[in-house]
Every structure is written in C-alpha cells, then in structure tokens.
C-alpha cells in the first residue's frame, strides 16, 4: 500500500499535466456513453432533484473540468465542485460560469454539509482509501437524495483482466502513458494515479452497495457498461464497430463489464 497522501499529489500533478488536452478522450465522450449517462440521469436523478423543488444543492468530488456538469447543464442548481488539479478546475470554472469550483483535498473536505445529489466520476479508483471518500459522501446526502457513482473499474473484471491492463494502457490508451512520460518524465506518474487499476483489482460494486444499505440507502442499483472500453478499442480501430455491433442487454448489464455505475437513494 502506498500513503495515501502521496497518491493524491500524484494526482494533482498528473492531471495537472494533462488538463489542457483531457476532454479529447474519446472513451468518455462518444456518442454512446454520453448517451447511456444522460439516460441514467434521466432516469434516476432528475426525478429525485426535481421532487426537492426549489435549488438543490449539488456537490461533485473530483470534478475534474466539468464531466457530470455537462449533464446538468440547464437546470436551476446550487452546484459546488472540488478537485486537487487546479489545471482541471480552470476547464470546469471557464466552462461552467454559473457554478462554484474549488481547489479541495477530498479526505479533508468537512462532511457537516448536506447536498440533494453528492456524485463522482471515476474518481474512487485514483484514491488508495476510496472507502473513506464513499463514507463521506453518504454521510452528505441528504434525505430522499442521490449518490451518484460514476463509472468506476468493476473488481469482476479486473480480477481477470489485471494482467492485461498495461499492455491495453500502452497500445489502445498510449496516449496515458505518453503523457506521463512527455510531461513529467515518469510513467509511475500514470500507474500510481490510476492507483486501483495497477496496485489493486478495481473497485468491488457489490461490496458498496452493501456498505450503503447498511448505512440507510433504501434504493441502490449498480448499472454495468462495456461502453467506455468499445468506444476505447473503437477510437484505436474505427473500423471496429463494438457499440453498434452488440445488443444493448450484454452492453449494458453484462455483470463482467469493464465499468460500473452506482446510483443510490437515501
């Protein structure tokens, strides 16, 4: 196990570096993963958010430059964001005008404030005690509202596919490691940043779900997706069409998808 705090500079200094060209990741922003997060926000926060009337009050952990923000785009919001990478945060602040970001270490941020939606977005794997930051943001979830775990590395896959991740990370994702090296002139950069893809086997989904029942979550739905890694392998050969060539019932709930979503209510 490596100090958590080390880890968390890791982070800032790697995102750091890779800010200005973050978004131009294709495996988070195809047509079809897009298309799947709106539907789920559809589906399960918006209705939460808008039996709240009023303004909720939204806070995004490791917002980075504004990845769940763009679906939230539009609605009447009283949104907070933190993040360590203050190169992130100028693309969320420029981005996203209206809404409040802030330079923040995770671990410390105080819990006594309470949100109608407390969400993440592949954040929990970057962090060596991701469960101390999934307490925390239960802990701020107000009553009827929603934690929002945002595509995390399923432990069912990765248990497998373990020995594979470097090979993918310096072929389809070279980019990853590239910049690692380029910009800081040490590809440990990029593993210990991606601390649970390297120095652990993913995040276990069930396992949360539990944690977050025990603690008083009435709702908790775990949504599987092979979407991000098809538009990956897709981005790397477009001439593999993996999203339009597989039926939605395995894209989309294959319980051995490399990613997984959590949505609870309280």
Same mark, same amino acid.
Do not use: K, M, P
């Given at each position: 196990m490596h100090d958590r705090d080390h880890v968390t500079k890791v982070?800032?200094?790697?995102?750091?570096?890779?800010?200005?060209?973050?978004?131009d990741r294709f495996e988070g922003h195809s047509d079809d993963v897009l298309k799947w997060v709106r539907s789920l926000f559809e589906r399960e926060v918006f209705p939460a958010l808008d039996a709240f009337g009023g303004t909720p009050r939204v806070i995004d952990f490791g917002c980075g430059s504004g990845y769940l923000e763009d679906f939230l785009r539009g609605r009447e919001l009283d949104l907070l964001g933190i993040d360590v990478s203050e190169g992130m945060l100028a693309r969320a602040r420029e981005r996203f005008p209206m809404w409040q970001f802030e330079k923040r270490d995770l671990y410390s941020f105080p819990s006594d404030e309470r949100f109608h939606l407390v969400m993440e977005n592949a954040v929990l794997h970057h962090l060596v005690d991701y469960e101390a930051l999934v307490d925390k943001m239960a802990s701020m979830t107000l009553p009827g509202g929603i934690l929002y775990l945002g595509s995390e590395p399923n432990r069912r896959a990765y248990k497998y596919l373990k020995p594979l991740v470097k090979p993918y990370r310096s072929t389809v994702n070279r980019y990853r490691t590239e910049t690692a090296v380029s910009e800081l002139g040490d590809a440990d950069f990029e593993a210990l940043?991606?601390?649970?893809?390297?120095? %652990?086997?993913?995040?276990?989904?069930?396992?949360?779900?539990?944690?977050?029942?025990?603690? %008083?979550?009435?709702?908790?739905?775990?949504?599987y997706s092979l979407r991000e890694l098809f538009s990956a392998l897709e981005e790397a050969s477009p001439r593999v069409q993996l999203n339009a060539w597989t039926p939605d019932r395995i894209r989309d709930h294959f319980p051995l998808s490399r990613n997984f979503t959590l949505i609870a209510q309280r």
């Open positions: 982070n800032e200094a790697y995102h750091d570096a890779i800010a200005g060209h973050y978004d940043s991606e601390y649970h893809l390297f120095y %652990g086997e993913g995040i276990d989904a069930q396992a949360i779900a539990d944690r977050l029942s025990a603690q %008083g979550f009435r709702r908790v739905e775990i949504h």
